[in-house]
């Protein structure tokens, strides 16, 4: 794999490929961009990337016997210094784990990869993709793997390696839309009065009555918390892929939020606040100091795997219903609908980046809008009803 970098140089970017010579001696080549340093970073490191590849073609890293596993390596190396690592994580996870044992025995070479091969593997994965080998994986899985797909083959036509991007011609299940399991106010309730002695029980009472995501809560910090007006701001997030990662940002623009905190939550942050003090005396030295509000006894940040997985025993221990952590957030939005609260109230409290999101997901919940409406139908058909039977 060749390697190279953009460097300023009397105001214009240049590239710097990393060649070697004859005797395998390292000779960069410096090459103009004729871009001007100030706004074109972007622009210019895409042209490193495309000369990086014209290099790669003539050293024969890719030619026309590169097999597509080789250039599916390839493309995950480049990608790496872009992307977020928890993105480059998932892919990671998609090329090794199913991509990579699928089509290396295959010996298939990039340049002669059919839509007729890949339809092959869409269809082996919806049968029997997964790895334990107890059946195939969901059509949001494999089309999650021709996303991944796509982009490299996309790439390589962009390189002139392939003509045409044979995933395009590729027949996708549709993935069946979730239907969220949800708690009622009753359940949640019951559910609440069992933990009260849990290390989630506050945790699981944010989620629920603010409607977050697991992320969401996870990366609430003290400095979220305005205790003068009483008020939580959503912006910043920790997510896992392998790696448990904390972001300086959310999901979408529109899940920058803040909420209005209810006396009974801020009294919860107030607790919350005074337990961290309680036990950063009681751990001394070894208490991981960090402003993260839900966190172990000792200081560690709760992780998104413990959290799923503490949640899961918390309802198999009391005998409820099973729902995914996730489906607290849905239970928050079902209780809105409950209390005659309309979709574009919740799509804002929730933080949906569109109305259709919120509508595909919950429409189907709102039925007191729905009773509202053949009330109002029978009103019109009754007076409609009395007007005719009157001119008989």
Same mark, same amino acid.
């Given at each position: 794999?060749? *390697?190279?970098?953009?460097?300023?140089?009397? =105001?214009?970017?240049?590239?710097?490929?990393?060649?070697?010579?004859?005797?395998? !001696?390292? /000779?960069?080549?410096?090459?103009?961009?004729?871009?001007?340093?100030?706004?074109?970073?972007?622009?210019?490191?895409?042209?490193?990337?495309?000369?990086?590849?014209?290099?790669?073609?003539?050293?024969?890293?890719?030619?026309?016997?590169?097999?597509?596993?080789?250039?599916?390596?390839?493309?995950? %190396?480049?990608? #790496?210094?872009?992307?977020?690592?928890?993105?480059?994580?998932?892919?990671?996870?998609?090329?090794?784990?199913?991509? &990579?044992?699928?089509?290396?025995?295959?010996?298939?070479?990039?340049?002669?990869?059919?839509?007729?091969?890949?339809? !092959?593997?869409?269809?082996? /994965?919806?049968?029997?993709?997964?790895?334990?080998? #107890?059946?195939?994986?969901?059509?949001?899985?494999?089309?999650?793997?021709?996303?991944?797909? #796509?982009?490299?083959?996309?790439?390589?036509?962009?390189?002139?390696?392939?003509?045409?991007?044979?995933?395009?011609?590729?027949?996708?299940?549709?993935?069946?839309?979730?239907?969220?399991?949800?708690?009622?106010?009753?359940?949640?309730?019951?559910?609440?009065?069992?933990?009260?002695?849990?290390?989630?029980?506050?945790?699981?009472?944010?989620?629920?009555?603010?409607?977050?995501?697991?992320?969401?809560?996870?990366?609430?910090?003290?400095?979220?918390?305005?205790?003068? *007006?009483?008020?939580?701001?959503?912006?910043?997030?920790?997510?896992?892929?392998?790696?448990?990662?904390?972001?300086?940002?959310?999901?979408?623009?529109?899940?920058?939020?803040?909420?209005?905190?209810?006396?009974?939550?801020?009294?919860?942050?107030?607790?919350?606040?005074? %337990?961290?003090?309680?036990?950063?005396?009681?751990?001394?030295?070894?208490?991981?100091?960090?402003?993260?509000?839900?966190?172990?006894?000792?200081?560690?940040?709760?992780?998104?795997?413990?959290?799923?997985?503490?949640?899961?025993?918390?309802?198999?221990?009391?005998?409820?219903?099973?729902?995914?952590?996730?489906?607290?957030?849905?239970?928050?939005?079902?209780?809105?609908?409950?209390?005659?609260?309309?979709?574009?109230?919740?799509?804002?409290?929730? =933080?949906?980046?569109?109305?259709?999101? *919120?509508?595909?997901?919950?429409?189907?919940?709102?039925?007191?809008?729905? #009773?509202?409406?053949?009330?109002?139908?029978?009103?019109? =058909?009754? &007076?409609?009803?009395?007007? *005719?039977?009157?001119?008989?």
């Amino acid at each position: 794999m060749i *390697t190279g970098s953009i460097q300023p140089k009397r =105001g214009i970017w240049q590239t710097v490929i990393n060649l070697k010579d004859n005797s395998g !001696k390292r /000779k960069p080549k410096w090459e103009t961009t004729g871009l001007p340093i100030k706004g074109n970073k972007k622009k210019a490191e895409q042209i490193l990337r495309e000369r990086i590849a014209f290099y790669e073609l003539q050293e024969g890293i890719v030619s026309p016997d590169t097999l597509f596993t080789d250039y599916i390596k390839l493309w995950l %190396d480049r990608k #790496k210094p872009y992307i977020e690592i928890d993105t480059y994580e998932g892919y990671e996870t998609i090329v090794n784990s199913h991509l &990579i044992p699928y089509f290396e025995p295959k010996k298939i070479k990039l340049c002669e990869l059919t839509s007729a091969q890949l339809q !092959k593997y869409a269809d082996f /994965k919806l049968k029997n993709g997964r790895a334990d080998g #107890k059946g195939g994986l969901s059509a949001t899985s494999v089309k999650s793997h021709f996303r991944v797909i #796509k982009q490299i083959l996309k790439k390589a036509v962009k390189e002139n390696y392939i003509l045409k991007n044979p995933s395009d011609d590729v027949t996708l299940p549709k993935p069946q839309a979730y239907k969220a399991e949800i708690y009622t106010e009753q359940q949640l309730i019951e559910l609440l009065n069992k933990i009260k002695d849990d290390p989630l029980i506050y945790l699981i009472i944010l989620t629920s009555f603010l409607g977050l995501r697991r992320s969401e809560v996870l990366g609430l910090k003290w400095n979220s918390v305005n205790f003068e *007006t009483k008020e939580i701001l959503i912006k910043e997030t920790v997510v896992r892929n392998k790696t448990t990662i904390s972001k300086k940002k959310t999901k979408n623009e529109s899940s920058y939020r803040s909420y209005p905190l209810s006396d009974d939550i801020f009294n919860i942050i107030l607790l919350l606040k005074e %337990d961290e003090k309680k036990n950063a005396k009681k751990w001394g030295s070894k208490y991981n100091k960090n402003d993260y509000i839900f966190k172990h006894s000792d200081g560690r940040p709760f992780t998104p795997n413990y959290v799923s997985q503490h949640f899961k025993l918390i309802l198999e221990k009391n005998s409820f219903k099973h729902i995914r952590f996730h489906d607290l957030r849905h239970s928050c939005a079902s209780l809105f609908l409950a209390k005659g609260h309309s979709l574009k109230e919740i799509q804002l409290w929730l =933080g949906h980046s569109n109305f259709s999101t *919120t509508a595909d997901i919950y429409a189907h919940l709102d039925t007191n809008s729905k #009773k509202n409406m053949a009330e109002t139908m029978s009103e019109v =058909g009754k &007076i409609a009803l009395d007007k *005719t039977l009157d001119t008989e």
